[in-house]
């Protein structure tokens, strides 16, 4: 059954669509590898193409899609070896950033790093969504990891490490629908990392930087979320 409610503008439909596909996709609606056919969602949801076309981009970002010339979007085949790829590389990358953004950063992005702690504080992680996380949290996420390394003077490194977290955003959807966040006590990791780097304690807060990436890989790998 469809959920998007027509009578609305393009932006708002656009974002109905995605949720509803990125829902789907998370809770393994999809085989790994299949099809989406843009004409055959434009008349299940009973929007125009351009609406369709630019959910589907948005979820390609994300790492949950492949786009393909001349072939479409397909649903990424995801893999222990690719996982744990991503994450060495994501480990390597965001903590050279992070400490060097240590190093640079003024009091200003210290500002910047508590107000995004705070907002992703009080951003429920799971409301409104089956699986997963929400995307309201999953924004906060995502400004509170780039704010940690926004000082680090490189726009290279800052845009490298984005891509990096979208390519494995899928994975951490997965670990959070592996085991509950509260019980793995996400919420005091990114606490106990904001203090660190406020603190300017380089080696801590590259040691939690690491952990928090490598914990994610362990609850994908333990919550079988990969297969046997």
């Not at 989406?36 to 009973?46: I, T, W, Y």
């Not at 085949?77 to 965001?94: C, F, K, M």
């Not at 240590?102 to 951003?123: C, K, M, Y």
Request: charged share 25%; glycine share 8%.
């Amino acid at each position: 059954m469809c959920v998007v409610t027509a009578g609305r503008g393009e932006h708002t439909l656009t974002e109905e669509v995605y949720r509803v596909i990125r829902s789907e996709l998370l809770s393994g609606a999809y085989k790994p590898g299949a099809p989406l056919r843009v004409p055959a969602l434009r008349e299940r949801f009973s929007v125009s193409m351009s609406v369709i076309r630019e959910a589907l981009i948005r979820l390609s970002e994300q790492g949950l899609l492949t786009a393909l010339p001349k072939q479409g979007f397909r649903v990424r085949a995801l893999s222990l070896e690719d996982l744990e790829d991503l994450t060495n590389l994501r480990i390597l990358v965001e903590t050279r950033a992070l400490e060097t953004s240590i190093e640079r950063g003024d009091s200003r992005w210290e500002g910047d790093v508590l107000s995004a702690h705070h907002v992703l504080q009080s951003t429920p992680p799971s409301e409104g969504v089956a699986t997963g996380t929400s995307p309201e949290w999953d924004a906060a996420h995502a400004t509170f990891h780039d704010t940690l390394v926004a000082a680090c003077g490189s726009p290279r490194l800052i845009e490298f490490t984005r891509k990096l977290r979208d390519s494995a955003e899928v994975y951490r959807q997965l670990a959070a629908s592996a085991s509950s966040y509260e019980e793995r006590g996400v919420a005091l990791e990114h606490r106990n990392l904001m203090d660190a780097t406020l603190a300017r304690d380089t080696e801590a807060a590259v040691a939690l930087l690491s952990g928090h990436l490598q914990k994610t890989c362990d609850a994908v790998v333990a919550g079988g979320g990969l297969g046997s």
